[in-house]
């Protein structure tokens, strides 16, 4: 009897352990899957340019090309609709927003870029580049984790 009175005043804190374990599993993941989606997106808009500026030994983004190549590409990778809210069967709750989505392709490089407040991504460009951030709201599936949101940025060089 003793034995099963303590298993039954346990089992709460082994649930909640292995709820939080499983929380944070997770949270690992979908920032992986964010960088790893992110980083494909911005290596599509890199692919964006004006093929007669190249021919002249320049390279030069399509400005509608590569936000539109960025967008389609997120919204597959991430199941997302037009507006970038989530489709039924994404594992996102939450609303994506593309809070940078710049192209350097001017100046010598390399070159540092500083995107300042309020994210403070930087990077050292060796090329023209595409540099996004995108954020969105960690889904909670458990009452026990925190509100925080996800904000992931890459860069993407054109190389020749």
Known sequence: MKWAITIIMLMPMWIYLFVSNHEEALQTKLKA???????LATHDAALQID???????KVVFLEDAVD????????RTFKLDLQLQPLQH????NTFEIVLLDRVDEGSFPQNYYSGA???YSD????PS??????????????ISRDF???????HEYVR
């Open 33 to 39: 899957e964010l960088k790893d989606g992110l980083k």
């Open 51 to 57: 093929p007669m500026m190249l021919e002249q030994g």
């Open 68 to 75: 539109q190549a960025f967008r389609s590409s997120i919204e």
């Open 90 to 93: 994404s594992i996102w709750k």
């Open 118 to 120: 309020p994210y403070y």
């Open 124 to 127: 050292v460009l060796t090329g």
């Open 130 to 143: 595409i540099i996004t951030i995108v954020k969105v709201k960690h889904p909670k599936y458990y009452g």
């Open 149 to 155: 949101d996800y904000v992931i940025g890459s860069s």
